[in-house]
């Protein structure tokens, strides 16, 4: 992956509230587990990298 840089959005409240709980569990950053989504969906769309 490449250089990092921040990306600002607004999100669901509720959906933010379960990602906070996630990664809580999962003991990992919310940051990863944002990035491991948009992968996904970057893959379902044929357009990810990887």
Sequence with gaps: M????MYNT???ADLIRQ???????LEK???DLLEEAI????????????
């Excluded at 490449?2 to 840089?5: D, F, L, M, T």
């Excluded at 990602?19 to 569990?25: D, G, S």
């Design 39 to 50: 992968k996904d969906l970057l893959k379902k769309y044929n357009l990810g990298s990887n």
């Design 2 to 5: 490449g250089k990092r840089k």
């Design 10 to 12: 607004t999100l669901d």
């Design 19 to 25: 990602v906070k709980i996630l990664a809580a569990q």
């Design 29 to 31: 950053r919310q940051n």
